[in-house]
């Protein structure tokens, strides 16, 4: 079973916040991901990390930013909330060696008013 | 480049009937991982199956079976004696031959059981 973590699970804010959310793994994991869903299904990947200190842009363009400081966190980070992040936001880790599945977490759904 | 198409959108079915979940990928790839997963209405994806090219041996546990067909670059779900519990849209991915495992995602079928 894949111990990954996200919070907040829910969040709701308003326009021009900044906030992280935060995804963390306990299995070790080198590479780790970001994916954004929209309502109608599709999954898009935004950020991907090989490793510590290693991080680059997904196949979509996003305003969020991670880092990787620690092998077992992630973080993703919005500098200033609008009502186009609303989406639910999934991390996910997958191991060493070649075409490993990912494990997904919770998501986080978030909201921008 | 690498496509996963799943043509169907959303099923509904009656509980206790059998369904099959449709996958259609494309790759230049001679090697390469094929994936479902289940996404319940609480929002986590859970990994259901992985399969090698090189495997074209069907697979069946409990409910679920995987047919993969390489002539027709297939790779479909059924699920048998559909259950409420079933009802989640599924994805099914594909993985070419990359060291960062990164998974090209299908646009999902949603799977409605009712009882």
């Known amino acids: 079973e894949a111990d990954i973590y996200q919070t907040p699970r829910y969040l709701v804010i308003g326009t021009g916040k900044k906030i992280t959310l935060e995804c963390s793994q306990t299995?070790?994991?080198?590479?780790m991901y970001w994916y954004q869903q929209d309502p109608g299904m599709e999954l898009h990947l935004i950020h991907y990390s090989y490793g510590v200190n290693s991080t680059e842009k997904g196949d979509l363009s996003s305003e969020s930013t991670v880092s990787r400081i620690r092998t077992e966190h992630f973080p993703l980070t919005l500098e200033s909330a609008r009502p186009s992040h609303t989406s639910q936001y999934l991390c996910?880790?997958?191991?060493?060696?070649?075409?490993?599945?990912?494990?997904f977490g919770p998501g986080t759904r978030l909201t921008v008013l | 480049a690498q496509k996963v198409t799943q043509a169907q959108t959303e099923i509904s079915v009656v509980e206790k009937e059998d369904v099959t979940l449709d996958c259609v990928y494309e790759?230049?790839?001679?090697?390469?991982?094929l994936f479902w997963y289940k996404q319940p209405p609480s929002g986590e994806l859970v990994f259901l199956i992985r399969?090698?090219?090189?495997?074209?041996q069907n697979e069946i546990s409990g409910r679920y079976s995987w047919n993969f067909q390489k002539s027709t670059s297939s790779f479909n779900f059924t699920i048998t004696a559909s259950q409420v519990v079933d009802s989640a849209v599924y994805f099914c991915?594909?993985?070419?031959?990359?060291?960062?495992?990164?998974?090209?995602f299908g646009g999902g079928t949603r799977l409605m059981v009712k009882p």
């Open positions: 996910a880790s997958s191991g060493a060696g070649g075409n490993n599945e990912q494990f």
């Open positions: 790759t230049r790839d001679t090697t390469y991982y």
């Open positions: 991915a594909l993985s070419g031959n990359n060291a960062g495992n990164m998974l090209t």
């Open positions: 399969r090698n090219s090189f495997d074209e």
């Open positions: 299995m070790g994991h080198d590479k």
